[in-house]
């Protein structure tokens, strides 16, 4: 009998119909003679464990890797990336087994920058209630919010600075950076840290009063955290870290020309509308 040499491998029985041999394999095993496993051809990458369950495999894998094979470099911002990375959509793997997507831009500045805004085109609203700030909205490689509840979670991993990218629609380009910059949780507001400034657009975080969004809670249009009588997120269309709806504007209308209610940073062009924006920020 072609059985009687005992060809299949691991406790599987062997058939013959036909005159034609058969292993008939356990769960785990498959290949001809039962010789394989899911995991013999080692799947799991960066010393990742491999173990099969029901014809399949799991990877468990290193505290920094992630994903089915371990191939995911699990990173806490876009920092942790390599410096020849591409800019692009990624996840940030945080404490509590959180994960976040992101979009890392890594062609500005040396890279490593996690995105909280983006502006490009006016196709995303803005003017939206304080839930959708505090999870997010619109598409990581277009406009969009991060979510206050991710920046914030974030922020707690390191000490963190904040890059405000703008470009005028003639082409002009300015920026401000801040070395100095948090976000609390919901139940403070949100409440902004930010200081120290340097750059080419001025600082349009306090105003010519010297009226500053620092310490200051973030205001939206059904929910007004600011110090006036009014509501700074419905006059200015724009919900921000309000003060006295002061110069920095960047969540207000996609418009062209001055107003109160575009996107715009005072310091620079004044209420002249602006045609793109980009906040993000990176370990200090």
Not at 77 to 104: A, K, R, W
Request: proline share 3%; hydrophobic share 30%; charged share 20%.
């Amino acid at each position: 009998s072609p059985c009687s040499s005992n060809p299949c491998y691991y406790n599987s029985t062997c058939a013959v119909v036909d005159d034609a041999l058969f292993c008939i394999c356990p769960a785990e095993y498959i290949g001809t003679y039962c010789e394989v496993t899911p995991c013999t051809t080692e799947p799991c990458l960066n010393n990742g464990t491999c173990t099969v369950v029901e014809e399949s495999y799991v990877c468990v894998c290193p505290d920094t890797y992630g994903g089915t094979t371990c191939d995911d470099r699990k990173i806490k911002d876009c920092n942790d990336l390599p410096q020849n990375s591409s800019s692009g959509v990624y996840t940030l793997y945080l404490e509590n087994n959180m994960e976040i997507s992101v979009f890392c831009e890594m062609s500005v500045d040396d890279g490593g920058w996690t995105v909280v805004q983006r502006r490009l085109d006016g196709k995303t609203n803005f003017l939206r209630f304080w839930d959708d700030y505090k999870t997010g909205f619109g598409n990581l490689t277009g406009e969009h919010w991060l979510g206050n509840d991710n920046l914030h979670y974030i922020l707690l991993q390191n000490a963190y600075k904040v890059r405000f990218d703008l470009e005028d629609f003639d082409g002009n380009t300015a920026y401000a950076l801040y070395n100095t910059f948090n976000v609390s949780n919901e139940e403070s507001g949100y409440t902004l840290s930010i200081s120290d400034y340097s750059g080419t657009a001025g600082d349009s975080m306090k105003d010519s009063q010297g009226n500053t969004h620092d310490n200051f809670m973030f205001s939206t249009i059904d929910r007004d955290n600011d110090v006036t009588s009014s509501n700074c997120a419905i006059n200015k269309l724009s919900p921000w870290w309000h003060a006295r709806c002061t110069w920095s504007n960047i969540n207000g209308l996609y418009l062209e020309g001055s107003s109160e209610i575009n996107m715009h940073w005072n310091s620079w062009k004044g209420k002249s509308g602006l045609k793109t924006t980009r906040m993000m920020f990176k370990p200090s």
